[in-house]
DNA sequence: TGGGCCGTTGCGATTTCGGAAACAGGGGGC
DNA sequence: GCCCCCTGTTTCCGAAATCGCAACGGCCCA
């Protein structure tokens, strides 16, 4: 909408902290933002940027300002999608922060599902860790996160969260793969261990179960990519560990669960920023990924 | 704030039902706001109002939108309101030393009006005579000084000034008030006078105009204090010296200024310590007084 | 069937906005 | 201490959005 340029400038000198990159950012000269951001913190009558020699930095006053932007941008989204949804047409968009975790199989096929029903609603996927996807929706710039046992803040509000058992993944040929049913952690940690770096949730989760009963993690390979370590277990006899709707549907991958008694299962959570009334095309998506969710691995039992 | 003036558009059309009556009140032609209108139609995709004879009815559309209107409008009311409790406009001190002549209207007035506003700022007003009133600046006593010709000092920074005619006060049944208009210095002499002592500006002013014409001053009663002398001139038939903002709204008082040609105007200043930065709250505090006085008795001439 | 009200449109004038280049000031390296 | 680079800011001027004026077509009511 025309009316919001002047406040999406302030917006963009703010998350880059210099008018010049602000400016490149928005395709307008330096001249015309300073321009604009001088007029608004006339209107204010104080400023809202601190001069420093580095760029500009938002001080209190500005703070308070750009949260009144963000609040106002998604407010007038979500209007904007209610009014598309009277006139019988559903559109809008609908912007989605997820773990890595769930890039094959369970938000692409959420998202196929409901563009088959909406083709005119739109969807951005940002893939981040579980703070960063916190962090997303606090700063609005996701509607919803589904992450795997985020950090708890009391700015997010769970729609959705059921628990993920890791499992053990390997290659067909695998020693491991020729059984089937759990596997103890320790016939695992004989092997290579081709696991998640200290970004991921999963880690998190693996380091605190061996810390407690201190067997040592003999981690061969570690990386940021979870497709990079079902690659690696495809080339050799190496263990990887990954939740269940992160495995893709590969005959010659082969997975299997890690015995609870070794690993207690992780959560999954999809939620909202607490408080905040979604558009109308996005709480639909979140309404029916929920119930997705749920049909696909079933309520939280906590 | 600039940005909401389209929305301020669609907010008075919504109110009026009829593009000309709203655009009357906005004080621009009827066929800016239909095109300004029509942009916000097609931005959104669809009418917002439905076009009837009698003139324009909001659609459903449309109460979403003025509805969103209305909260954007007071959030940012709210933001403003916090941006200026954390600038300090709100909450503050003032002190302000003043001459006498000023604490029946222009002070009272001014300080009411800028309590109305802002009621968390607090005065306190120390009414001393025009050496005293600069010595109070110099020595933080005071943060503005409102006095009639005070002695010339590198010290002081002049907000405001302009000048003052001093008028001759007398009671409504005296021999001078049976005319109006200006009234010559001699025909007041005649009088038995009741005139400020050394300690004021106007005594000083008075004597130097007398001293230049060798003119004898008949003073029956000299007092440090206007409103003594006030008294006294409506139990007699003295003649009191008063500049203008000095005296009451009485209807038992009456007063005619000195010809210019046996006085010439004080001058009559609002200053600060030169240098020094006000507190907010009492920065914006001068900077009404200065536009009041302005609007009072128009901007100095010399 | 006019008169009055309504919103709307074309066109010229005004205001606002943006672009290019020069300016001023503060680090950081030499 | 000097120089270079990066910062925001200013100035001048052209481009674009906005507005005002006048005219038009439609609707209601007397």
């Given at each position: 909408?025309?009316?919001?340029?002047?406040?999406?400038?302030?917006?963009?000198?703010?998350?880059?902290?210099?008018?010049?990159?602000?400016?490149?950012?928005?395709?307008?000269?330096?001249?015309?933002?300073?321009?604009?951001?001088?007029?608004?913190?006339?209107?204010?009558?104080?400023?809202?940027?601190?001069?420093v020699?580095?760029g500009?930095?938002?001080?209190?006053?500005?703070?308070?300002?750009?949260?009144?932007?963000?609040?106002?941008?998604?407010?007038?989204?979500?209007?904007?999608?209610?009014?598309?949804?009277?006139?019988?047409?559903?559109r809008?968009?609908?912007?989605?922060?997820?773990?890595?975790?769930?890039?094959?199989?369970?938000?692409?096929?959420?998202?196929?599902?409901?563009?088959?029903?909406?083709?005119?609603?739109?969807?951005?996927?940002?893939?981040?860790?579980?703070?960063?996807?916190?962090?997303?929706?606090?700063?609005?710039?996701?509607?919803?996160?589904?992450?795997?046992?985020?950090?708890p803040?009391?700015?997010?509000?769970?729609?959705?969260?059921?628990?993920?058992?890791?499992?053990?993944?390997?290659?067909?040929?695998?020693?491991?793969?020729?059984?089937?049913?759990?596997?103890?952690?320790?016939?695992?940690?004989v092997?290579?261990?081709?696991?998640?770096?200290?970004?991921?949730?999963?880690?998190?989760?693996?380091?605190?179960?061996?810390?407690?009963?201190?067997?040592?993690?003999?981690?061969?390979?570690?990386?940021?990519?979870l497709?990079?370590?079902?690659?690696?277990?495809?080339?050799?006899?190496?263990?990887?560990?990954?939740?269940?709707?992160g495995?893709?549907?590969?005959?010659?991958?082969?997975?299997?669960?890690?015995?609870?008694?070794?690993?207690?299962?992780?959560?999954?959570?999809?939620?909202?920023?607490?408080?905040?009334?979604?558009?109308?095309?996005?709480?639909?998506?979140?309404?029916?990924?929920?119930?997705?969710?749920?049909?696909?691995?079933?309520?939280?039992?906590?």
């Amino acid at each position: 909408m025309k009316h919001l340029r002047i406040l999406t400038y302030v917006a963009e000198v703010a998350r880059h902290g210099a008018i010049r990159r602000a400016a490149e950012r928005l395709n307008i000269t330096p001249s015309a933002l300073t321009r604009q951001i001088q007029d608004i913190e006339y209107e204010l009558g104080t400023p809202i940027f601190e001069r420093v020699a580095q760029g500009m930095r938002l001080n209190a006053a500005g703070e308070l300002l750009v949260r009144h932007i963000r609040d106002q941008r998604a407010d007038l989204e979500r209007v904007r999608s209610q009014i598309a949804d009277l006139s019988g047409v559903r559109r809008g968009h609908v912007a989605l922060a997820c773990s890595q975790a769930f890039v094959n199989h369970v938000v692409p096929d959420e998202v196929e599902a409901y563009r088959a029903l909406f083709p005119q609603v739109t969807f951005t996927v940002q893939v981040r860790d579980h703070v960063q996807a916190v962090a997303a929706l606090t700063q609005f710039e996701a509607d919803l996160a589904l992450v795997l046992q985020p950090p708890p803040s009391a700015d997010m509000q769970v729609l959705f969260s059921c628990r993920q058992t890791l499992c053990a993944l390997m290659r067909a040929g695998h020693p491991l793969a020729a059984e089937t049913g759990p596997v103890r952690l320790r016939d695992c940690l004989v092997h290579p261990m081709a696991v998640p770096d200290r970004s991921l949730a999963i880690r998190h989760h693996l380091d605190d179960a061996l810390a407690r009963r201190g067997a040592p993690l003999n981690a061969v390979i570690e990386s940021s990519s979870l497709e990079f370590l079902r690659n690696l277990v495809l080339r050799e006899d190496a263990v990887s560990l990954q939740v269940p709707s992160g495995i893709p549907d590969d005959p010659r991958l082969c997975s299997r669960p890690i015995d609870a008694r070794d690993l207690p299962p992780m959560s999954l959570i999809l939620a909202q920023l607490r408080g905040r009334t979604l558009p109308v095309a996005t709480a639909k998506f979140a309404d029916r990924f929920a119930g997705s969710l749920h049909q696909r691995y079933g309520a939280d039992v906590s």
